[in-house]
Each structure stands twice: as structure tokens, then as C-alpha cells.
């Protein structure tokens, strides 16, 4: 896909089906069926684009990057620096505010270890701002990716502030109004998008209120920067993170995007090699951000491969990918919601959403309900998506999830539906 169509036109099916041309999994069977990939929320397929450019840097360029003299070495940094240029362009950040680190997960804990290490001194008075303790307190939601709760809870428990949530409604909505940030706030935690629910958050509410009190905002982008436009400058966020396997990227590669005042005052979360100017038995000084934060050998075939995967979105054109996957998203949940004895989680809440959808079918395991699912070769994923406290705040143990990318189609989506149908009737629930 390398010509640019107007951000106002749908992508067409005749697109779409060219599209799938570029993921050979795509054109597998599973159990005897045509794959139905529909477990994009939790990793993404990869185009032959991305993963030629991951063979092709290990084929041509391989080696370590800002380290040795030989042209090999030099090369490979050149490519892993432009890749960081890339995801910065895609993001609406400078080259700078980018720092590697292995997934989502990673990101957000090294932004909590940073701000527990400020609060124990490291970073000095430069640092003085990020220092929390008893008395201050880091908000939340009850919507969250466990990814982006409990390094929340581990940070509260080494400075001693207070952890607050957000709570959801009965549909799943956030309580904005009991959106607990007042003069005590120093972070606010906030997935962009939910992984379950699959609705587009208000965040610039919460981000303007945190801001109003000072607070610093870190915004959860794994579900909403493979899918939809994203402007964290636009957005006025401190951090974000996202994770390269949910964007057509390969797994071992995600980033934090940090404004870059914040990067260059915060003290380092992993420490050793390449991240410093000079060392001595007792101390070392760190480089400035991002190496301070990517110390040890990096993963440059992954950066390379991740660069080539935005390449491939931005060619495509995200404003359409956001459209087709809306479109896709409420026929998941119309489609879903109008099936006896199936409840869609968070059906209710009036908000954009992309292409995700988790439902509850009471009487029905959600793991029976994705073998029954797997065996016509629809993928799906299963149990709680590491968001425990929301399933519990609505009253279920697990749910199935179908998610979409650009590759998805209707066909796929109405397959999933057909499924979900067969399913009810195969274990004689319906009411
Ligand atoms: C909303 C959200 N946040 C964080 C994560 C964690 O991503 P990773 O496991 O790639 O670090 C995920 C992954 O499912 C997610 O959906």
C-alpha cells in the first residue's frame, strides 16, 4: 500500500483484500477453516514489509548500536536512530522524547521506578518535582490494563502516597464526576483507550483537570496508537506508551514517548552499560535521555522492524484505519448485542469506540466459548485481558474478546457473530 488516498475516503473492500495480501498468515487455515483473526488487541499481524525489514537488517546490517567504530555498527545506529524518528513523526513528538524499552509494560515501569527513585533523593533537587510521599496521591482507573495499575500500586507502596481509582459505572463508563484529582494529585494514570470495553476515552478532560492541579499525566496508548491518529503533543500528555506487537510490529519492541524537561530530569530505572559518560568504582554519570533510559545492548532489528510497520499505517492512512475500524467495531457490538443471552460489555456507553468488543454469554465458560470458536478457525482471546478489577466491578469472572485491524472485514465480523449463535444453540443456553 504505497499511495496516499485522502483521509476522508473509507477503505474500500477491493483495498481492504489487497491490504491482506501483505500478511501471509492471513491466507492460513486453522482447524480446517480459513484463519479468522480477530485477536488483534492482544498482537497484531505483521506485512511482509515489516518482516523483510527485519531480515533484512539482521541479513545486512547486524550489530550493536552506539558502540563500536566499524561501519557496521555505525550503519545499524543510523537505521535505529531514523526508526526512533519514524515513531516520533507518527506520535507528534521529537526524536528525543522517544526511549526504547521492550513493551508497554516496560514503559510504565520504568516511568514508577523513576519517580520512586526521585523520591528517594536520586536526581537530585532537579528532580525535586517528581518526589512523592505520604500525603500525595496517583490516580487511576478502574478500567485499567493491569499493566497500568500495579506499578501505580508498587510506587504507592514505596513512597508511601495514596493510590486512587477512578471507579467505572454499571455500563463500564469512567465516573468522571468522582474523578478523584484535587491539589494532592501528582500522576494521573489513564488508558487511553480500554482494552476490554473498547471505547475511546475522554482524556482530555482528565489531562486538562491534572494539569489544573500540577498533576503529571501518563496516558496508556497500547489500544489507541495502533488504531486511531495520535497527537501527544495535541494531547498535552507527559508520557504515553505503546507496545510495537499491537501496531503490525514485532513483539520486544514498545516506547515511551516522555516531554522532554521531564526526561532530562528524571533519574535512570535501569542502570549499566551505554547509558553513561563515565564510570568509576564507587559512581557513574548517565547521558542525557533518551540513552540514559535504554541501558544494555538494544534491540535495533526490532526498532528497524517497528519503523517499518509505521510506514505501513501511516501509508494506509490512520484517520481511514480509525473509520474502518469504528465501522467494524459497532457492527461487532450491534451484531453481538442483538444475540439472546449474550451481554456486551460496555454496549451502553456513548462514546467512539475502534474494533473490539468483549461479551459475556452467562451459562457459557468464555474458554468453551473460544474453543467453539477456534474450532470453525476464529481466533479470539479468552479470560479476564489482565483487567481483573473491571470484570469484578461488572459482575463477571472472564469474557471473549474479538478485536480488528485494518486487515479485518465484515465477513469476519459477521463470522464471529454466526459463531457466537452456534455456540448458544450448540450448548442449549439460550433463554
Ligand atoms: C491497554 C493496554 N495496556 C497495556 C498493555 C500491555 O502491553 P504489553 O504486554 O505489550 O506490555 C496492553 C496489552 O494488552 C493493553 O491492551
Redesign the pocket.
Given at each position: 500500500m504505497s499511495t496516499t488516498i485522502p483521509a476522508d475516503l473509507p477503505l474500500t473492500d477491493a483495498e481492504i483484500l489487497r491490504i491482506r495480501e501483505d500478511f501471509p498468515i492471513l491466507q492460513t487455515e486453522v482447524n480446517g477453516h480459513p484463519l479468522v483473526y480477530l485477536d488483534s488487541?492482544?498482537?497484531s499481524q505483521r506485512p511482509l514489509a515489516v518482516l523483510d525489514a527485519e531480515r533484512e537488517f539482521a541479513t545486512t546490517l547486524n550489530s550493536a548500536v552506539h558502540r563500536g567504530a566499524h561501519t557496521l555498527a555505525a550503519e545499524a545506529t543510523e537505521v535505529f536512530e531514523d526508526a526512533r524518528g519514524t515513531l516520533a513523526r507518527f506520535i507528534g513528538a521529537d526524536d528525543d522524547e522517544i526511549v526504547w524499552t521492550?513493551?508497554?509494560?516496560?514503559?510504565?515501569n520504568l516511568v514508577a521506578y523513576s519517580l520512586s527513585n526521585a523520591s528517594i533523593g536520586r536526581g537530585g533537587a532537579a528532580a525535586a518535582r517528581l518526589r512523592m510521599g505520604p500525603g500525595d496521591e496517583i490516580v487511576t482507573t478502574e478500567m485499567?490494563?493491569?499493566?497500568?495499575l500495579i506499578p501505580w500500586q508498587e510506587l504507592a507502596a514505596r513512597t508511601g502516597a495514596t493510590l486512587r481509582v477512578i471507579p467505572i459505572d454499571d455500563d463500564g463508563a469512567l465516573r468522571l464526576d468522582e474523578a478523584t484529582i484535587n491539589e494532592r494529585t501528582k500522576l494521573v494514570a489513564i488508558?487511553?483507550?480500554?482494552?476490554v470495553l473498547g471505547v475511546i476515552n475522554p482524556v482530555e478532560q482528565i489531562i486538562a483537570a491534572a494539569h489544573e492541579v500540577g498533576a503529571l499525566v501518563l496516558l496508556?496508548a497500547?489500544?489507541s496508537a495502533p488504531h486511531l491518529p495520535l497527537d501527544v503533543r495535541a494531547l498535552d500528555v507527559d508520557f504515553a506508551?505503546l507496545?510495537?506487537?499491537?501496531m503490525l510490529g514485532p513483539?520486544g519492541i514498545?516506547a515511551l514517548y516522555g516531554r522532554r524537561e521531564l526526561l532530562e530530569v528524571m533519574p535512570p530505572f535501569l542502570t549499566g552499560g551505554s547509558m553513561i559518560t563515565t564510570v568509576t568504582t564507587t559512581e557513574a554519570e548517565y547521558l542525557p535521555p533518551p540513552q540514559r533510559f535504554e541501558a544494555g545492548t538494544q534491540r535495533v532489528s526490532q526498532a528497524v522492524a517497528l519503523a517499518a510497520a509505521i510506514d505501513y499505517l501511516t501509508a494506509v492512512g490512520m484517520p481511514r484505519i480509525a473509520d474502518h475500524e469504528e465501522r467494524l467495531g459497532r457492527r461487532l457490538v450491534d451484531g453481538l448485542s442483538a444475540i439472546d443471552g449474550v451481554r456486551v460489555l460496555g454496549a451502553g456507553i456513548d462514546l467512539p469506540r475502534v474494533g473490539l468488543a468483549s461479551f459475556d454469554i452467562p451459562g457459557i465458560h468464555s474458554h468453551d466459548v473460544g474453543q467453539f470458536l477456534d474450532d470453525r478457525g476464529i481466533a479470539v482471546r479468552v479470560g479476564h485481558?489482565?483487567?481483573q478489577p473491571l470484570h469484578r466491578r461488572l459482575g463477571v469472572t472472564s469474557s471473549t474478546r474479538a478485536s480488528t485491524y485494518l486487515y479485518s472485514t465484515e465477513a469476519e465480523v459477521d463470522a464471529v457473530i454466526e459463531g457466537v449463535v452456534a455456540t448458544i444453540e450448540f450448548f442449549g443456553v439460550r433463554s
Open positions: 488487541g492482544a498482537t521492550s513493551n508497554a509494560t516496560e514503559a510504565i485499567e490494563h493491569h499493566a497500568n488508558t487511553h483507550v480500554s482494552n496508556d497500547c489500544q506508551v507496545s510495537g506487537h499491537k513483539t514498545g485481558h489482565c483487567a
